[in-house]
């Protein structure tokens, strides 16, 4: 079974800083991988993902993450946080196998400061 | 999120009623989930089904719950009767293909009084 962990509910940058969210993942099969955040009162967007092409992989509003099969870590990362980032943000696991469910994490709020 | 149509957005109910939340896929795709989030537990898979077949339905959490896909377009979760535990965002989603990922509706937010 799928897991992930999501560490820090609450993380917090100021404006221009560097923003990190971790995430680690228990897999037993080879996984794929998923950001997605979630402003207020909306629907989740997909951030980026990977599935097994290349680790470091780069996704919309100047996001990346790099898959690290040896730690089992995902982390989220821009260089320069923007008061438009805060939101909260789900890292989740799907297993390339039979098995299609999306696995998500507890989730981390982000908190932009001027 | 144009892939996924959900309705009502909003919905407000007595306890012990009928509700339904209605999930209607834009785009192809060969699999639809049910989720329902809330604070105390975050995102929780309910149901998945793949070609229209419920696949996986462990998460569904009492026989009030059902949930149903007549056809590629459609499917709804039905809470009968409904509880004030029950309030919740529902969230239906889709996956096409490994390409685009999994798209999710804009959700529906249950309460239940």
């Known amino acids: 079974a799928q897991s992930v962990t999501q560490l820090g509910s609450h993380v917090s940058v100021s404006e221009g800083a560097l923003v990190l969210l971790r995430c680690n993942y228990s897999?037993?099969?080879?996984?794929?991988l998923f950001w997605y955040v979630q402003y207020p009162n909306q629907g989740l967007q997909l951030l980026l993902k990977?599935?097994?092409?290349?680790?470091l992989v780069k996704g919309i509003n100047g996001f990346e993450a790099e898959f690290k099969k040896s730690e089992t870590s995902f982390h989220l990362t821009k260089p320069s946080a923007h008061m438009s980032d805060a939101a909260e943000y789900f890292c989740a696991v799907s297993g390339s196998g039979s098995a299609r469910q999306l696995t998500f994490g507890s989730g981390t709020q982000l908190t932009v400061l001027p | 999120d144009a892939g996924v149509i959900q309705s009502p957005r909003h919905e407000v109910t007595e306890m012990g009623q009928e509700v339904t939340l209605r999930c209607k896929p834009i785009s192809g795709h060969d699999y639809l989930f049910w989720y329902r989030q809330t604070m105390m537990r975050g995102l929780e898979l309910l149901i998945y089904?793949?070609?229209?077949?419920?696949?996986?339905d462990s998460g569904m959490p009492e026989d009030r719950f059902s949930a149903k896909m007549p056809n590629a377009s459609f499917s709804t979760l039905k809470i009968q009767p409904s509880e004030p535990r029950d309030s919740a965002v529902y969230f239906c989603?889709?996956?096409?293909?490994?390409?685009?990922?999994?798209?999710f509706g804009s959700g529906t937010r249950l309460t239940v009084v």
């Open positions: 989603a889709i996956l096409s293909n490994w390409d685009t990922g999994y798209t």
């Open positions: 990977y599935t097994s092409a290349a680790t």
């Open positions: 089904f793949n070609n229209n077949v419920p696949i996986d």
């Open positions: 897999s037993s099969v080879p996984p794929y």
